[in-house]
């Protein structure tokens, strides 16, 4: 029997003596016992509730163990029989039990001193724009337009240009260059052979606009989602005041600043104009001006962002990386959808094509999260959906809709939930990261139906993946949303499992003692690395967006993940 569950018998044997015996004479005793017998030492003795503490010991009201001291002197006291070797161990066990709950209070406390000390300084340290800041660019005539980079459902991107907008890093590597050794996916350093982005750092996203309307207005109205990601100087000033309805009845969330998500530097409205490719590979939402059998509108959105060399797609199909760096590409996917999950914004159309691609200096990859034309992103809705009819749209791709979404039937009172939604989207998009086919696109044979799937159908990962990184997509692929753990609490998984080193070898013999000690020693190295340092890496960020994050239940929770994934493995090499 463990520590724990012995302690936890021995309370509830201690609370049934309680309530038959201390109890008889309740309101006689009660007086007395509020009166002389709970005014244990000074009054600071006492524990008020705090809001840090874990939600199971928020029971207790005072000092645990001054509470079972009186216990057991009223007990020795007050009634005939309580010195017998008998009840001395009762009274006994249930003092300890409470004084041991007193000493993990104590643990805990300091620890969430240690986290929300910690999170408190790496929060301050915001996110670094990659191009410099610049006051321009309202205006199409304000850039110079190259060839198209990409075409979707709704929009076209183009390459772009400005004087006033520089890069402050700009190393790419080229798909060509990747894809060089052959048809054959490898393991390569993309640093080789760098090349300079500097002639179009920037890209254009121009949406199509069929039936929007033409004024400015109407516009943002009718693509306000797209605004999620905008900076703050993203529109005008006089733009910025205008009511923005959005798609759902509400203004929109705006997300802040993060590594892993794709940052909108400037929104306008502006005339359609014949872009390179454009009748060859959109002819019909043109607008009649250019040609007669459009049906597009003569003004649209635009959208200026910063120029990344591929998607995730584009970049899986010529290379394959190392178990490392599919693991830090898991995770910084993870830490995007938690920032999102905690500003209020549901993605809901997560796959490999709306996932950006760059490179650190150390040639690994950096992923950013864009595309959030079919977003949830209300004001006040908890990433809650009333789904009361058919009509309401459930989100994007429905091969990667998460089976709480995909199962969702319409009705009075139905409300869909997707605070887990997009987590469950990584770990789809992880089996792609590591080399296997999507197990969730149901064009191959063998393809999985998220609504109908059973987790013992999931294809196994590579031998290659670490067992922690198999431990959380497996975790993440669950059809419970109950059973799975949020974005927070995977990405908890896979940083303890990457950085936690011999101090958390063992989760199970870990104490928080030994947990506080190892953040500080990792608070103390981060930010030691990050001084003096010109460019950040993907390690770097990953760390620091732990460090900010820090929750003392979500770190429990996820060294709870953690020690039971050791357990089946200890089983299973048993």
Known sequence: MSVKHAISRGLEMGRSIFQLSLLKSAARVATKFRVERLCVGQPTRSVQPQTFLPSRYRF??????????????????????ARSPRNRAIFLAFGLGFGLIEQQLEDDRRSAATCQEIQALFRKKKFQNPLKPFTLGYKLEDYVIGKQIGKGCDAAVYEAAAQFALPRESRECSLIELGSGGDNRQEKDCTQRPRSVVSYPLAVKMMWNIGAGSSSEAILNSMSQELVPAGRFALKEEKSAVVLDGHFGMVPMRVSAHPNVVRVHRAFTDEVPLLPGAREEYPDVLPPRLNPAGLGNNRTLFLVMKNYPCN????????????????LMVLQLLEGVDHLCKQGVAHRDLKSD???????????????????????????????????????NRGGNACLMAPEVATAVPGPRVVIDYSKAD???????????????????????????????????????????????????????????????SARVAANILHLSLWGGRALANPDRASMKSLADWLLCQSAVVLLRCRGAVTSTVEAELQRCFLANLDLEDLHTAMGFLLFGREQQRALAN
């Not at 995730?312 to 190392?322: E, F, G, I, M, N």
């Not at 490179?359 to 034309?373: A, H, N, W, Y």
């Not at 977003?375 to 009361?388: H, I, M, V």
């Not at 290659?464 to 949303?481: E, K, Q």
């Open 60 to 81: 207790y009201r005072m000092s645990l163990s001054g509470l079972a001291a009186q216990l057991q002197a009223l007990g020795f006291r007050r009634f005939p029989g």
């Open 312 to 327: 995730l797609r584009q970049y899986l199909q010529v290379a394959l990386p190392s178990r490392r760096q599919g693991s």
């Open 354 to 392: 709306n996932v950006l691609l760059e490179f650190d200096s150390g040639g690994c990859p950096r992923l950013v999260i864009t595309d959030f034309g079919c977003c949830l992103a209300e004001r006040d809705s908890g990433l809650l959906l009333p789904f009361n009819s058919r009509c309401v």
């Open 423 to 485: 987590a469950w989207a990584v770990g789809a998009i992880s089996f792609e990261i590591f080399g296997r086919p999507n197990p969730f696109y149901s064009s191959r044979p063998e393809g999985l139906d998220s609504r109908r799937y059973q987790e013992k159908q999931l294809p196994p990962l590579p031998a290659s993946v670490p067992a922690d990184t198999h431990l959380v997509v497996g975790l993440l692929l669950r059809r419970d949303p109950g059973k799975r753990p």
